[in-house]
């Protein structure tokens, strides 16, 4: 940013104009560098295009707007207009106004370009969240609504996005590499004078790397197989369960049911287990019915055998709470 003060010799508002340039330096955090120039003759305040002293300038420009465009020459003073009146130098403020208005100006393209930049990373994100999210739709989706306590026939509807799971995951992938190389980009890309503008944001980092994190401990730590999925699950819910079980036993005991009551098995053929969480999502619903007090889930069969109290519930309502999740499925034996 270069300020000049260009003035004639022995001009009382010279100095002044100096000093209020200075301050306004000073009070925008600026090295408080103001050049003077003498204007001696005609000829020169023809060659500075010099309207009177003090003329300051702030990379070439009149600080009064309404000087600018001034066509008439000489060696003179000159006064400035700011709120109805007329000075003999500039104001402060007025300095201080054509210092934000150059420095917006030069700024404008850095900042549009930064601001595409980060428009462009948030999108990527975005997108990559959003990827991610689909991905695990079809197999997450049923396990969080039934641990939510929501049931229905219509979350089997979420099923219908297996197909395209491995899009979805592709998808998020490529998302956040790309996301990766804009928030990362090599400095020697940028231009010197904009390096401060190629730093990611904190924000931008701190979402991707908390988006890589997640991606890869949900896949480095839950096991693919639906098996092992059941036991990593049981695992990190050891003490909730104990809990549950403590409850459920002292209810056995204070609510009994008649000692005739006999314990029945019912294996359910359940096609639609098509994913790893989905065994936990159908074992979920049936321990929610009255009665169940033990669930076999065998994936590779797509079976799960129940034991149940047939003085609390029965067949068809095992049936229905696999529905009511997005699993329907059959009886296919029963036996005391």
């Known amino acids: 940013m270069k300020i000049e003060v260009l003035y004639i010799a022995d001009c009382p508002n010279h100095k002044p104009a100096v000093e209020q340039a200075r301050e306004a330096l000073r009070t925008a955090g600026m090295p408080e560098v103001v050049d003077e120039v003498e204007v001696r003759t005609a000829a020169d305040a023809e060659a500075w295009k010099f309207p009177g002293s003090p003329t300051v300038r702030v990379n070439g420009l009149d600080v009064e707007p309404e000087a600018r465009g001034v066509q008439h020459f000489g060696v003179g003073c000159r006064s400035y207009a700011e709120n109805g009146r007329r000075s003999g130098q500039p104001s ?49 989706g049923p396990l969080i609504l039934v641990t939510l306590g929501f049931s229905g026939a219509w979350i089997g509807n979420l099923a219908l996005l297996e197909p395209y799971r491995p899009w979805f995951i ?85 609510f009994t049911a008649p000692v005739w009551a006999a314990p029945q098995t019912a294996t359910l053929k359940v096609p639609g287990m098509t994913c790893a969480t989905c065994p936990i999502t159908v074992k979920k619903a049936l321990q929610r019915v009255e009665g169940v007090s033990k669930i076999d889930v065998n994936y590779p069969q797509k079976e799960v055998v129940v034991t149940f109290d047939d003085s609390k519930t029965n067949e068809a309502a095992l049936v229905k709470a696999t529905a009511d999740v997005g699993f329907p499925s059959q009886a296919v034996k029963s036996a005391k």
Do not use: N, Y
């Open 92 to 140: 402060k403020e007025l300095i201080q106004r054509a210092l934000q208005e150059i420095a917006g100006a030069s700024a404008s393209p850095a900042l549009r370009s930064l601001q595409e930049k980060k428009s462009s990373d948030s999108s990527m994100l975005v997108v990559g969240g959003l990827a991610a999210v689909l991905a695990s739709t079809c197999c997450l």
């Open 170 to 254: 592709a998808a998020a992938l490529v998302a956040l590499f790309f996301a990766g190389r804009r928030i990362f980009r090599k400095q020697e890309a940028c231009a010197p004078e904009k390096s401060a503008l190629c730093l990611p944001s904190v924000a931008a980092i701190k979402c991707f790397l908390a988006s890589l994190r997640l991606w890869s401990s949900w896949h480095s730590r839950i096991p693919t197989s639906p098996d092992s999925f059941i036991d990593f699950t049981t695992e990190h819910t050891k003490e909730l369960s104990m809990k549950r079980i403590v409850t459920a036993t002292l209810a056995t005991f204070l």
